[in-house]
């Protein structure tokens, strides 16, 4: 038996549609954390870094090597530095990394005792790019940081604001409203 319809729309969709709303725009958890890509200038071995080795942006290709999680960020960072020399030459380096937004500090209370406390600061950087110049009269050095919240979204060559998972999560709804009007409709 198929559902009763009332003005051409089921029932059952009726019902479904706000729950199905409802699922797509609350805020995906991300469990471990933001998936970022972590190069710097120059290679460290793991034995120096005690842990996995840090590989050079410069030959940074986007391989899952340069894929690290960051369980104590929600953001990735990439640094632009550029520096240009007296002759007219112009040096540029980029290093990519989680962001730093966690401050770890001992914190003593009756029960535990002194214990170790990290506290995550979700809204220590905005999202996007912001140019820093310095001068010291003889060469003139800028540095670009980059903020973005979607995993991996530190990999691109020039940093390109996305729209965020937001924007995915909004267009996701959408789609699913347009589609459940279209099937309600036939």
């Not at 800028?142 to 924007?167: K, M, V």
Request: one cysteine or more; a positive charge; proline letters at 4%.
């Amino acid at each position: 038996m198929s559902p009763r319809r009332e003005g051409g729309v089921g029932v059952a969709v009726l019902l479904a549609l706000p729950l199905l709303l409802l699922l797509l725009l609350l805020p995906i958890a991300r469990g471990a954390g933001i998936q970022c890509y972590r190069c710097t200038y120059k290679s460290i071995s793991a034995r120096r870094n005690r842990t996995d080795p840090i590989f050079p942006c410069a030959s940074f290709d986007g391989h899952s090597k340069y894929v690290v999680t960051c369980p104590k960020s929600t953001m990735c960072e990439m640094k632009t530095f550029i520096l240009d020399l007296p002759n007219g030459e112009i040096i540029t380096t980029t290093t990519r990394d989680c962001a730093h937004q966690s401050v770890t500090y001992r914190r003593f209370t009756p029960s535990k005792g002194w214990h170790e406390v990290t506290d995550i600061f979700e809204d220590a950087h905005a999202e996007g790019c912001q140019l820093v110049e310095h001068t010291d009269g003889i060469k003139v050095t800028r540095t670009e940081h980059c903020f973005c919240s979607d995993d991996r979204c530190n990999g691109r060559l020039r940093y390109e604001l996305t729209g965020g998972a937001d924007a995915v999560r909004w267009s996701a709804a959408a789609a699913a409203v347009s589609a459940l009007l279209l099937l309600a409709a036939r």
